[in-house]
């Protein structure tokens, strides 16, 4: 009996070898498992980021292309560049190129991912054919479907009278 108990005294619980490699395995089956959710969720979210670029680009350049319109006073296209020209002198430059759009100001550059199809400047009336108006349709590719914008800058008296350069 008192070996038994002086075994007792001495000895240390611990995990047996089997144990040990039950947990182990437990472990690296988790460790996986959240490997795999943690692919999963990174992937999704670099696609809900590139849907959200090609978003945030076109509210981007709808918005700079209505400023300029407001605020400028005269909208030219040559070839594939829309230019619009301020009361002060300022010019700002559309080059639209085959996967992207920059925007040329006199203080910065600004680039859309966004496809340009075509390019259409035309003069309309309204309803009650008194106003003129000079429309800028531009067709641009948005996730593989076609898509027109409108943006309408109105023509004024003093412009409709001005000589027609030659």
Same mark, same amino acid.
């Not at 709808?62 to 594939?80: A, C, L, V």
């Not at 203080?107 to 054919?129: A, C, G, M, P, W």
């Not at 531009?138 to 800058?153: A, D, G, P, T």
């Given at each position: 009996?008192?070996?038994? #108990?002086?075994?007792?005294?001495?000895?240390?619980? /611990?995990?047996?070898?089997?144990?040990?490699?039950?947990?182990? /395995?437990?472990? /690296? $089956?988790?460790?996986?498992?959240?490997?795999?959710?943690?692919?999963?969720?990174? !992937?999704?979210? &670099?696609?809900?980021?590139?849907?959200?670029?090609?978003?945030?680009?076109?509210?981007?350049?709808? +918005?700079?292309?209505?400023?300029?319109?407001?605020?400028?006073?005269?909208? #030219?296209?040559?070839?594939? !560049? &829309? =230019? =619009?020209?301020?009361? /002060?002198?300022?010019?700002?430059? +559309?080059?639209?190129?085959?996967?992207?759009?920059?925007?040329?100001?006199?203080?910065?550059?600004?680039? =859309?991912?966004?496809?340009?199809?075509?390019?259409?400047?035309?003069? *309309?009336?309204?309803?009650? !054919?008194?106003? &003129? =108006?000079?429309?800028?349709?531009?067709?641009?590719? $948005?996730?593989?479907?076609?898509?027109?914008?409108?943006? +309408?800058?109105? *023509? +004024?008296?003093?412009?409709?009278?001005?000589?027609?350069?030659?």
């Amino acid at each position: 009996m008192s070996k038994i #108990t002086l075994n007792q005294k001495n000895s240390v619980s /611990a995990f047996s070898i089997i144990e040990t490699i039950v947990g182990m /395995a437990i472990t /690296a $089956i988790i460790m996986s498992i959240l490997f795999v959710i943690f692919n999963i969720v990174t !992937e999704r979210m &670099l696609d809900f980021k590139n849907q959200n670029q090609l978003v945030n680009d076109l509210n981007r350049l709808t +918005y700079s292309i209505n400023k300029d319109i407001f605020e400028k006073e005269k909208m #030219t296209r040559i070839d594939n !560049e &829309l =230019f =619009f020209k301020g009361y /002060a002198g300022e010019k700002v430059t +559309y080059n639209f190129q085959e996967d992207f759009t920059i925007r040329t100001h006199e203080t910065f550059i600004d680039t =859309f991912k966004i496809k340009l199809k075509q390019i259409v400047i035309d003069t *309309v009336r309204n309803k009650s !054919e008194q106003l &003129l =108006f000079q429309k800028l349709k531009l067709n641009v590719e $948005i996730n593989e479907n076609e898509s027109s914008l409108n943006f +309408y800058k109105r *023509v +004024y008296a003093n412009e409709l009278l001005q000589k027609i350069p030659k």
